[in-house]
C-alpha cells in the first residue's frame, strides 16, 4: 500500500468522525463518544488500547488487526474532541522520520527540561 492510501483511509475517517458532530448520539455512536467529551474519548481509547495490547501479547493475527483498527477509530475520535486534526500529527511524525528514535527521545527531555 502506497503512502496516500495509508493516510488517504485515516484522512476520510477523520472528515467522518468531524461529520458526526452534526448527527444526532441516537443515530451516531461516534457523536455519542463526542457528545461525552474529552474524559469519555480518553476512557474509551484506553479500554481499547488495553484490548490492543492484550491481544498483542496473546491472539492472533486477525485478532491484532481488529483491535488495532478499533485503536485507531478511538484516537481520532479522541483527536477530535479534542479540536487536534489529524495533520498535525502526521506532521509530528514526519518530522521525526529519519531520526533515531532514541537521539528524537532525547531530543524533547531536554526540550522539557529547558522550558520547564
Known sequence: MNQTNETGILNDLARTIAERRAVSSEKSYTQSLLAGGPSKCAKKFGEE???FALAVASEDRDGVTAEAADVLYHLLVALEVRDVPLDGVLAVLESRMGRS???EKAART???VAGG
Open 101 to 103: 528514535g532514541h537521539d
Open 110 to 112: 531536554v526540550a522539557n
Open 49 to 51: 488500547a488495553v484490548e
